[in-house]
């Protein structure tokens, strides 16, 4: 399935979870919806479907059998009816069944209703007209107050205008060590990078998103020297779905060992009983897992024990100021204790003055990112100075 799939404008391409215990219903009905032009999304269970739908809401119309092995397809539809009202709902359910039907109705406000040993056809035919009943909401859904829609964000992601801009990280003796990468457009629309997020968010875009930065971040690794590493920051939501995660990330397939993926907090609080199982798959491709953010968040030290990181990256907050304040140099004490244990290196971020480059040096601080460094480019000749200085 491709990873962009155009949205025409009379927005008939749309996104559709199959949640249902039977793998051989929810397959027939996945190739009967793709052949239709859908993207579909399975889920086995009600708790997969709570994972993919959680925080955000990826789908455009979600097909639930009421008869779920781990509770009631009903309870789940109910409650989107409540969070999502321009999301299509089609039940699947047995409609002999008059009391538990008209309860089905009342709580779940199903847009469509059908049977399990319905023909693919009428089933995708019910979704059809499930979407086109609440098409007018979901095309408002789809149109943010920046006025950006679907359609022009993914325009954007392929186009010259969105671009991967690097700021160098130097080691201790002031050779660069890699780059982040860091997301920029010169969209008029969409002109910050806070704005691009927010709109994939909106618009449940980050998986386009992510393969728009893979895409670049390939580019910019066939310029740089090999033994340069390139830090790349991963969405929480991107470690929703692992097997998703490793096909967005396959032009970078190549370089993965010269590519650190950074995660923050924020994936520790949505994933904090799992967040290992779902990093594995990345490491086994080759990918170096960095913590992003240090010092900022909820469950750092969790974060630290979960995500077992390679790099640790400490936020500028405690970086600035040091020189002033002791307390500071100790917490990053303990870090670099922490990080010499778990054979992780630790990164400075937002080193702008040489007074504070001086204390992170005699903590034994092995490298650093900042203004003081260079800001991030997307000229390749303002990152590559760097590589021939070094050469």
Known sequence: MSVFVPCNREGSVARVLVVDADSEDRRQLAYGLEADGHL??????????????????????????????????????GDLRTRVPHCARILMGDQRLLSAMVRAVNMAGPHQVIRPDDPIEVKCAAVDCALLGVRSTLDAA???????????????????????????????????????????????????????????????????????????????????S?????????????????????????????????????????????WSDSLRARLAPIREMGFTVGLDDLGTGEGALMLLAESEPRFIKVHESIVRGIVERGHKARILEMICHFAVGSRAQVIAEGVE????????ESLGIPLFQGFLYGKPSTDPSVYLEHEVASS
Do not use: W
């Open 40 to 77: 579909v999304r399975l889920a086995s269970s009600l708790e997969v479907a709570r994972d993919l739908l959680e925080p955000l809401f990826p789908f455009d119309a979600v097909v639930a059998n009421e008869r779920q092995a781990d509770g009631d397809g009903v309870l789940l539809l």
């Open 142 to 224: 789809r149109t943010g107050s920046s006025g950006v829609g679907r359609e022009h964000l993914h325009r954007m992601l392929e186009s010259t205008v969105f671009q991967l801009a690097m700021q160098p990280i130097v080691s201790a003796d002031g050779s660069p060590f890699g780059y982040e990468g860091l997301i920029r457009t010169t969209d008029q629309e969409l002109s910050t990078p806070a704005l691009v997020l927010e709109m994939a968010e909106r618009h449940a875009m980050l998986d386009h998103l992510l393969y728009a930065v893979a895409c670049r971040a390939r580019d910019r690794l066939g310029v740089l």
């Open 226 to 270: 090999p033994q340069r590493k390139l830090f790349l920051n991963l969405h929480p939501l991107d470690l929703a779905d692992p097997e998703e995660l490793v096909r967005l990330l396959e032009p970078l397939r190549p370089h993965a060992g010269r590519v650190a993926l950074e995660i923050t907090g924020r994936a520790h609080t949505r």
């Open 353 to 360: 003055r040489a007074e504070e480059l001086a204390v992170l």
